[in-house]
């Protein structure tokens, strides 16, 4: 393989651990992503104007009661996605690392989704699931950005790989409960990733993840967004409904429209 | 409000088969979330290859302020005949919505974008597949 030794060590790790945490490659993309959010907090509460954006998102529950919180966030998701530039800066907040994992003609998915998980809130958990399980192709991967600070049960956890492997073989027996039961059957081998603002998290989705009650003081904001290969297989989302190409090079754009002469 | 016709399917397309009141759904829908009049669908015709009644509405665009697909995928699979559309949708300054995919063409960019995810729909089944 041609990689460079930042690359393999990239690579590696992804493949060890499934996943990695590196600081963003471009910050200045995500100080920019992070003020969006701040003009939009700020538009739909009018309580807030001397608080600083950190502060604000930490203790957004200290504004918006969990009975609203799901309508504040729908709300906050379509105005980020109503941004023109918002999904390529999302891009470039992990880019490098992106093109490195991934492939550097991508597919990204269209929409970017955010996570709100307010202290004590059970309205709003993941139970333990791999996006491949519900239709997702395994050539995915999700890119993982914090707003705020994210540790302990503030944060997500995903499970290894060896002990996915290990479930994956059990599969029948452990998951004949429930999530939780599933859950409760690995969480000596889950791990919370901890993962602070200016840093980006890429993991893979096929492997168990999911949150637990948020038991600390603050709110975690999350964003994720998927990204795949453009010519790598399609799972139940495809190209056009979930993805769209991003990064797609000229002789590829060639190629898809090259046809050989006729001889009549 | 801007007016739109709806524009869905009786047979599969690219592989995909869905319900028309579902068709409908999503589109009523799209219209909903984007502020558009949604005027009643055209059904285009069941026989395979068929864009009569594509045609028709392609013709009829000088009444409405666009047309709002279910999908990209239900363009003619031909390259020029997909051409031919985008450029009488662009000089007639219209915008042609795709419902499920939320996205639309009105200008150059847009159509180009179109035309991309149409390709690489088309070059995919040339790539290999996974269990």
């Known amino acids: ?264 | 409000m801007k007016k739109v016709r709806g524009y869905i399917f009786s047979r599969p397309f690219m592989g995909e088969r869905v319900p028309q009141h579902i068709q409908n759904l999503v589109i009523r829908d799209y219209c909903n979330r984007n502020n558009l009049q949604y005027l009643l669908s055209a059904t285009e015709y069941a026989m395979e290859n068929s864009h009569l009644i594509h045609e028709q509405l392609m013709r009829d665009l000088t009444e409405v302020d666009g047309i709002a697909a279910y999908s990209i995928f239900q363009l003619p699979e031909n390259e020029t005949e997909r051409s031919k559309i985008y450029r009488q949708v662009l000089n007639q300054g219209k915008t042609y919505h795709f419902a499920v995919e939320s996205l639309c063409f009105n200008d150059e960019d847009s159509s180009a974008r179109i035309e991309t995810i149409w390709k690489i729909k088309k070059t995919l089944p040339n790539c290999y597949l996974f269990d």
């Open chain 1, 1 to 264: 393989m041609f990689k460079t030794e930042a690359e393999k060590i990239l690579s590696l790790e992804y493949l060890e651990k499934g996943y990695v945490i590196r600081a963003a490659s471009d910050l200045d993309a995500l100080d920019w992503i992070r003020n969006q959010f701040d003009r939009i907090i700020r538009e739909l509460l009018n309580n807030v104007s001397d608080v600083s954006t950190e502060n604000l998102l930490n203790n957004i529950h200290s504004y918006v009661p969990v009975s609203q919180l799901n309508d504040f966030r729908l709300s906050v998701i379509r105005e980020i996605n109503a941004i023109d530039k918002f999904r390529e800066m999302y891009y470039r907040v992990a880019m490098d690392y992106l093109d490195a994992l991934v492939g550097n003609e991508l597919a990204m998915q269209l929409r970017i989704n955010l996570s709100i998980q307010l202290p004590g809130d059970d309205s709003s958990l993941l139970p333990v699931h791999a996006d491949v399980w519900s239709g997702d192709s395994p050539y995915e991967v999700v890119l993982w950005i914090p707003l705020v600070n994210c540790y302990k049960s503030k944060a997500m956890y995903i499970l290894p790989p060896k002990s996915s492997d290990e479930l994956n073989q059990e599969f029948s027996k452990k998951a004949n409960a429930s999530s939780e039961g599933l859950y409760q059957s690995i969480k000596g081998q889950v791990e919370f990733l901890e993962v602070r603002y200016g840093e980006v998290l890429i993991f893979d989705q096929s492997l168990p993840h999911g949150n637990r009650l948020n038991d600390e003081e603050e709110t975690r904001w999350s964003m994720n967004c998927r990204f795949k290969g453009v010519f790598t297989p399609y799972g139940d989302k495809k190209i056009g409904e979930f993805f769209e190409p991003i990064t797609l090079r000229a002789a590829s754009h060639r190629g898809m429209s090259f046809k050989l002469p006729e001889l009549k």
